[in-house]
């Protein structure tokens, strides 16, 4: 098993296919037979009982991803382990299964990786743990979001040597491909609007949001090493009026940290400081900056 902290490149799918849901050959739900000592929850467990669980990915535009990445990591009382990774087959589905010690979980988070070669999010989500008889079939697809090439992209050249990076409707990113973990990702850079009408999994259900941008493939700012956080604007398609000032929020990743000394948990969508409307656009106030590529949001204070 490995902990929760791992490498993007490592898990790269080795083949993929798609196809929309409504073209693609209906496939069923795979099935888990467990036993019953793997089904019934023991005495000594205060918390959710999983042993195997099932789920879906497509896209927000409705496409069946074969060879998508799917890792679950339980989180116990005093750590958090991530299962090995599963990849998603025919119609798109998974199947998990929970090994001792780790079923008695209190919650679980959900990792998908989509295949190499589509601009395609990272997808996120903290599934209600809902088994029955040790088993938790996901009622909702696990959706990676597409995503647009930049509109700009300087060659690389110079690694060290900050610019800027521009894509359409006017988001922006400015930064130096060196001062990235995965810099090296930097000529496939992807990024788009969140605009699917289903909400996104890992937003808090109370939180409402004026903008949603979502990066791909995700990398993490260096900040470890004292590398400067990615400076942005963003759109503005609300129209909230010059000066508005805005929270910040971001969505950790593999390894995401706020800080040289605050980690900002895997899939957790938390608070990074502030901005304002400047020029039509968002901006970040200073020491707000995005500290990893993932996916950002907006709402106005």
């Known amino acids: 098993m490995r902990r929760c902290v791992l490498a993007l490149g490592a898990f790269a799918a080795a083949c993929s296919s798609s196809a929309p849901a409504s073209e693609a050959p209906v ?3 795979p099935t888990i037979t467990l036993s019953e000592t793997e089904r019934t929850k023991p005495a000594s467990c205060n918390a959710s009982w999983l042993a195997g669980s099932t789920g879906r ?5 409705g496409e069946i991803l074969v060879g998508a990445s799917v890792a679950y990591c339980a989180y116990h009382p005093d ?7 599963v990849k998603t087959t025919e119609g798109g589905w998974y199947t998990v299964l929970v090994r001792e010690p780790n079923r ?3 919650r679980l988070s959900v990792r998908v ?7 395609l999010s990272d997808a996120y989500c903290a599934p209600a743990l809902s ?13 990676v979001y597409s995503l647009d090439a930049p ?12 610019r800027t990076v521009s894509f359409a409707g006017g988001l922006e990113l400015t930064f130096a491909p060196d001062d990235l973990v995965e810099g090296d990702l930097y000529d496939k850079l992807s990024a788009a609007p969140v605009t699917d009408g289903e909400r996104p999994c890992f937003l808090p259900p109370e939180l409402a949001l004026d903008g949603l941008y979502a990066f791909g493939p995700a990398m993490n700012v260096s900040v470890f090493a004292g590398k400067p956080k990615v400076k942005f604007k963003l759109p503005n398609p609300k129209g909230l009026p010059e ?9 950790g990743g593999s390894g995401t940290q706020l800080d040289d000394t605050r980690a900002i948990e895997e899939g957790s969508f938390v608070s990074i400081g502030a901005g304002r409307v400047r020029e039509g656009r968002v901006v970040p106030d200073p020491g707000s900056e995005l500290p990893a590529l993932t996916v950002v949001g907006y709402r106005r204070k």
């Open 27 to 29: 496939v069923p739900r």
């Open 57 to 61: 990915v497509t896209t927000d535009g």
């Open 79 to 85: 750590s958090a382990v991530c299962l090995p990774w």
């Open 104 to 106: 008695c979980m209190e």
């Open 113 to 119: 990786i989509p295949p190499e070669g589509r601009r």
């Open 131 to 143: 088994a029955i008889d040790g088993v938790l079939d996901l009622a909702r697809d696990l959706r």
């Open 151 to 162: 509109t700009s992209l300087p060659p690389r050249g110079d690694a060290a040597q900050t």
């Open 243 to 251: 000066g508005a000032a805005v929270e910040l929020f971001v969505l």
